[in-house]
């Protein structure tokens, strides 16, 4: 099992950031791929970005070059920094990970809510 905890999300004013953090535990294996899905209400969770151990990353093009993924491997946490937020990104961001050994089978956070307007 892995238990993913992610914290930072909160209202802003559209134009403005936010940085997400989700820390991963509870696993002696190593994780393969951490990332970043989000829920609107009334809709699907999707895609939005993803980076792998070796820091290869990729990103829903709705992110526009606006997100940008990091991740520290020591601390097994992964980032989001999102700039120039519109009401568009408002959702429920949910931060996920699979392991080396199994991987494709994703562990969830709990989610934090994004919410973007004046």
């Known amino acids: 099992q892995v238990q993913l905890v992610e914290s930072g999300g909160g209202l802003v004013q559209p134009g403005g950031s936010l940085r997400l953090s989700c820390t991963a535990s509870?696993?002696?294996?190593?994780?393969?791929?951490m990332g970043w899905y989000r829920q609107a209400p009334g809709k699907e969770r999707e895609f939005v970005a993803r980076?792998?151990?070796?820091?290869?990353?990729t990103y829903a093009d709705f992110v526009k070059g606006r997100f940008t993924i990091s991740r520290d491997n020591a601390k097994n946490t992964v980032y989001l920094q999102m700039n120039s937020l519109e009401p568009e990104d408002t959702a429920v961001y949910y931060c996920?990970?699979?392991?080396?050994?199994?991987?494709?089978?994703?562990?969830w956070g709990q989610g934090t809510q994004v919410s973007v307007s004046s």
């Open positions: 980076i792998l151990s070796g820091r290869h990353t």
């Open positions: 996920s990970a699979d392991l080396v050994r199994a991987r494709g089978r994703l562990f």
């Open positions: 509870g696993t002696p294996f190593s994780i393969n791929s």
